[in-house]
């Protein structure tokens, strides 16, 4: 579990390019150049730096809500979307790796409330966008405004006993079966 946790922790390093100088340590300024875009009155951006263990670099430029005009911060909740796939792509394969789960597992196994027409999506599936899971925006109300959490998408996914086609036998990109790799994860 503690290569997962340093997988997610490595994101910030990933999402934003940081310039170095000699010796590896991050110099403000050259921070600043990069992080220009994000400042003042735009869609704002934070940077967390990690280096052996101590945070180096913690800061963050723009608005986190422009319309509300409230500035980002360090612990401002970005929805990274997508970008955080092929994390959650990640902490499975180690979970496979360390024996914890199978690719080949039923999704059910570890999300027993997954609806009949589920049961027999795999956790291969699921990374593959193969499962036929409905997207879970198509079972949204269109009057909804919050942002959804992966629980909600699991109760989403409980409320509707269909799929868009049997398991296995097709491709559909799916913000949903990853939605549910990252419950399987946390469990």
């Given at each position: 579990m503690?290569r997962?946790?340093l997988?997610?922790?490595?994101?910030a390093?990933l999402?934003v390019?940081?310039?170095?100088?000699?010796?590896g340590?991050?110099?403000n300024?050259?921070i600043?150049?990069?992080?220009?875009?994000?400042d003042?009155a735009?869609?704002?951006?934070?940077?967390?730096?990690?280096?052996?263990?101590?945070?180096v670099?913690?800061?963050?430029?723009?608005?986190a809500?422009?319309?509300?005009n409230?500035a980002?911060?360090?612990a401002t909740?970005?929805?990274?979307?997508?970008?955080?796939?092929q994390f959650?792509?990640?902490?499975i394969?180690?979970l496979?790796?360390?024996?914890?789960?199978?690719l080949?597992?039923?999704?059910?196994?570890?999300l027993?409330?997954?609806?009949?027409?589920?049961?027999?999506?795999?956790?291969?599936?699921?990374?593959?966008?193969?499962?036929?899971?409905i997207?879970y925006?198509?079972l949204?109300?269109?009057?909804?405004t919050?942002?959804?959490?992966?629980?909600?998408?699991l109760?989403?996914v409980?409320?509707?006993d269909?799929?868009?086609?049997?398991?296995g036998?097709s491709y559909?990109?799916s913000n949903?079966g990853?939605?549910?790799?990252?419950?399987i994860?946390?469990?």
């Open positions: 503690n997962i946790r997988l997610i922790r490595c994101v390093l999402l390019p940081v310039a170095c100088a000699t010796g340590h991050p110099i300024g050259d600043d150049v990069l992080m220009k875009r994000y003042g735009v869609p704002g951006a934070s940077l967390l730096v990690i280096r052996d263990t101590k945070s670099v913690r800061r963050s430029w723009g608005l809500d422009v319309e509300g409230v980002a911060n360090p909740n970005y929805r990274l979307a997508s970008v955080t796939k959650t792509a990640a902490a394969l180690l496979a790796q360390d024996n914890k789960l199978e080949s597992d039923r999704a059910s196994q570890y027993p409330s997954l609806p009949k027409s589920a049961a027999s999506i795999t956790i291969h599936q699921l990374l593959t966008h193969t499962s036929g899971l997207d925006e198509d949204m109300a269109d009057t909804a919050r942002q959804i959490h992966d629980a909600d998408v109760k989403l409980e409320s509707k269909s799929l868009y086609f049997a398991p036998t559909r990109y949903t990853y939605s549910l790799l990252s419950l994860v946390e469990r």
